[in-house]
């Protein structure tokens, strides 16, 4: 009778474990690379150095969802275009960002604006 089901089912027991083991690993090679998507979507697109953060308080410039959103805008589309240091700006702030950390290195307001030459930046974004 055990003749009879392995004839039936034609894969020996070192196959159908080979074949689970195998199935095994590569649902949890999938597992992990849609755990390593999840925790990147999770962290933020845009973060501040501890220097660009002091500097905004000191200038007043209020960093809300709002101006994230727009800076995180601004390092995609910085991006896109294969710059790696770029001043994003409107008409009374500007940022000066490392796209590749996606890290904003400092602040300025606009008074400090018109005083500055902006160096070693390879790309400028207005802020929409």
Do not use: C, W, Y
């Amino acid at each position: 009778m055990a003749e009879r089901i392995n004839s039936i089912q034609g894969v020996s027991t070192v196959e159908r474990v080979q074949r689970v083991s195998q199935a095994g690993r590569t649902a949890a090679g999938q597992f992990g690379t849609l755990l390593r998507r999840e925790i990147k979507a999770a962290e933020p697109a845009i973060s501040f150095s501890k220097h660009a953060q002091s500097r905004a308080e000191e200038r007043g410039i209020q960093v809300d969802d709002a101006l994230m959103g727009q800076l995180a805008d601004s390092v995609e589309r910085a991006q896109a275009k294969g710059a790696t240091n770029i001043l994003a700006f409107d008409a009374t702030r500007a940022f000066i960002i490392n796209v590749p950390h996606g890290r904003v290195i400092t602040t300025m307001s606009q008074e400090e604006m018109e005083e500055n030459i902006f160096t070693n930046i390879d790309g400028a974004v207005l802020l929409k």
